[in-house]
Each structure stands twice: as C-alpha cells, then as structure tokens.
C-alpha cells in the first residue's frame, strides 16, 4: 500500500511537469500567432515552473533501474542539477529581458496591435487547466501528508499572478479598438514587462537555490530526524543508530539518508544485508520525502568495561569460582 501511494504521488507531480510543458507550447504558439507578447511571456513562465520540477527529479531517476547509493545520489545532486538548473536559468533570464526590451520597442514605435481574440480564449483555457491539475495535486498531497505542499502552493500562486495578469493585459488591450481608446492598446506590452520581471525572478531564484540551497540545507538539522530514528530503532535486529545523516535537495525537498547502525555480532553477512534492505525500504515507503537511504550494518562493540554475551562465550577463562 505504502509502495502504490509513493508512485501515486511521483505520478501526480510527474502529471503537473507534463501539463506546465504542454500549457507552455500552446500558449506560445498562440502568443506567436496572435500577437501577444504577454502570452508568450507566460508560456516561458509555465516552461520555467516545468523545469523546476523536471529538475529536482533527475537525481532519482535511475536508467539502469539498479539501487543507487547515496554518494551517486549526492554526486548527481551537487554536480548534474546545478548544472542543469544554472544552464536553464540563464535561458529563462535571457527570454524574460528579450520579451521586455521587444515590449518596450513595440511601444516606442507607436505602431502597437491589439492581440486576437485567440489569446482571451488561451488564457482562460491554460487558467482552468492549470487550476485543475494543481488541485488535484494538493487534494493528493494533503491526503498522504506529503512536505511538498508549501513549494507547489507557491509555484502555483506566482503562475496564477502571471496568467491573471496576461488576462487583464490581454482584455484591455482587445478593448481599445472597441472603445475607441488607443492608451488602452498598451496593455498587452505593459502586462509582457510584467510577466518578463516574474520569469526573471524565477530564472534568478533557480540560480540562487542551485548554488547555495544544498550548502545551507547540509548545515541544519533535518526537521524530521527524530522520526527517522524512531523508524530505524523499531527495525527488529538494529541494536543501535550509531549514525544518520540527512540531505535536502530541490525545491521540492527530497531528502537522501545516510544510516550506521549496530547488530549482534553474531549476525550473518545475509541477515545484515537483509536488515538494511528492511529499514531503507520502510524509510523510503513511510516519508515520502525521503528519495534513498543508504544503511551501513557494523556489529555492535559495546567495549570496556562492559562486556557482551559474545565476549563470554568465546572467553576459556571461567567466570566462577572453583
């Protein structure tokens, strides 16, 4: 069961980096088609939340389909997604001033044209489809309890900023030829500067997580910790939990494990073996957060002056006096 709702979920968050991609391409072709640049700014918005989310998946996804240990997991999320995040980051910023100095050419011509009414239709279109998918996200989330919640309310609320704003551009715009009202024409590039300082933003808070939200995230105790090792301690052949480390990445705050614990030392190399499997699967299956753990098994040594039932057994000198 644990197992179904964790792919429940990974398919729901994979559903909304689906549809921003495919809300970014039809409100880009009708940006293009009908004139809008504010349209065509909120497309690369949309493209920007996709990639957001697109990114922080990559360091789970394994093409082999083989376990990965938390040190390839740690290597591809300081490594690859900085990279990925930096490079796409520079394309969003780029856009978003290339829609802002193309706005203020257009109104500096004086030769501005209202959009067709095929940017009114988009807009309400990719509003209602968006509101939609990110209900259905958070009615999920909500449910299993999942930590994602705040991050996808607030990609969500800054979309919604944008789309309201092409609308109210968009609509003004449409509206100056009907009322006669050439001012009114300017609407669509005032709302385009607009949405291209938001993509901006988006591009620059890509930037500043890549670079320094995992060093700052190294640094802090994880806030779920004490979860973690309740978990761990309750696994039957675990002794102790000599050590835990837990590691945020993304925006979506996935968390990679690093456990130590102690077992008899009597166990076998295939009951440990079966002991770690045991705890990183009820991690990964419980804390939906948590994307892999990797468990070292050590035997327990609880040293001097105490002494284990193994020292004993193994000790020729009698412990009673003849």
Same mark, same amino acid.
């Given at each position: 069961?644990n197992?179904?709702r ?9 559903a909304?980096i689906?549809?921003d ?8 072709v009708v940006?293009?088609?009908?004139g809008s640049?504010?349209?065509? %700014?909120?497309a690369l918005h ?7 989310l697109?990114?922080?998946r990559l ?5 082999t389909?083989n376990?990965?240990?938390?040190r390839d ?5 300081e ?16 856009g %978003? ?7 203020i050419?257009n ?5 501005v044209?209202a959009?067709t009414?095929s940017?009114?239709v ?21 449910r299993n309890?999942d930590?994602r919640?705040?991050v996808?309310?607030a990609d969500?609320?800054?979309a $919604?900023?944008?789309s309201?704003?092409?609308l109210?551009?968009v609509s003004l715009?449409? %509206? ?6 050439q001012?009114?024409l300017?609407?669509d590039p005032i ?14 808070i $890509? ?5 320094y939200?995992?060093v700052?995230?190294?640094k802090q105790?994880?806030e779920?910790e004490a979860e973690?090792?309740?978990t ?8 102790t ?6 590691q945020?990445?993304?925006?979506l705050?996935q968390?990679? $494990? ?6 008899n030392?009597r166990?076998?190399?295939l009951e ?10 009820l ?5 939906n957060?948590?994307?892999?753990a990797k468990?070292?098994v ?7 002056p105490?002494k ?12 009673l006096r003849?």
């Amino acid at each position: 069961m644990n197992n179904e709702r964790l792919n429940h979920t990974e398919s729901v968050l994979w559903a909304g980096i689906v549809t921003d991609f495919a809300l970014a391409l039809c409100k880009g072709v009708v940006g293009y088609l009908s004139g809008s640049k504010a349209l065509i %700014g909120d497309a690369l918005h949309s493209a920007a939340n996709a990639v957001t989310l697109l990114v922080d998946r990559l360091p789970s996804f394994n093409m082999t389909g083989n376990k990965t240990s938390i040190r390839d997991k740690r290597s591809a999320t300081e490594t690859t997604e900085p990279m990925i995040s930096i490079l796409f980051a520079v394309l969003f910023i780029v856009g %978003g001033i290339q829609i802002a100095v193309s706005s203020i050419q257009n109104m500096a011509s004086g030769n501005v044209v209202a959009p067709t009414k095929s940017a009114l239709v988009a807009v309400f279109i990719s509003l209602a489809v968006n509101e939609a998918v990110f209900q259905y996200q958070i009615w999920h989330i909500k449910r299993n309890n999942d930590p994602r919640y705040e991050v996808l309310s607030a990609d969500h609320r800054f979309a $919604l900023y944008c789309s309201l704003t092409v609308l109210i551009g968009v609509s003004l715009s449409m %509206g100056g030829p009907y009322w006669d009202w050439q001012p009114l024409l300017y609407m669509d590039p005032i709302a385009a500067l607009i949405v291209a300082a938001l993509v901006i933003r988006k591009g620059y808070i $890509l930037i500043i997580h890549s670079v320094y939200g995992t060093v700052a995230e190294e640094k802090q105790q994880h806030e779920h910790e004490a979860e973690f090792m309740d978990t761990i301690q309750r696994v039957h052949g675990v002794i102790t939990v000599e050590e835990l480390r837990a590691q945020e990445y993304g925006q979506l705050r996935q968390v990679n $494990l690093e456990v130590k614990v102690t077992v008899n030392p009597r166990t076998s190399i295939l009951e440990a073996q079966e002991i770690a499997d045991r705890i990183r699967k009820l991690l990964i299956h419980r804390f939906n957060q948590v994307a892999d753990a990797k468990v070292t098994v050590v035997p327990y040594e609880p040293g001097y002056p105490y002494k284990s039932n193994y020292d004993l057994m193994d000790n020729d000198v009698p412990t009673l006096r003849q």
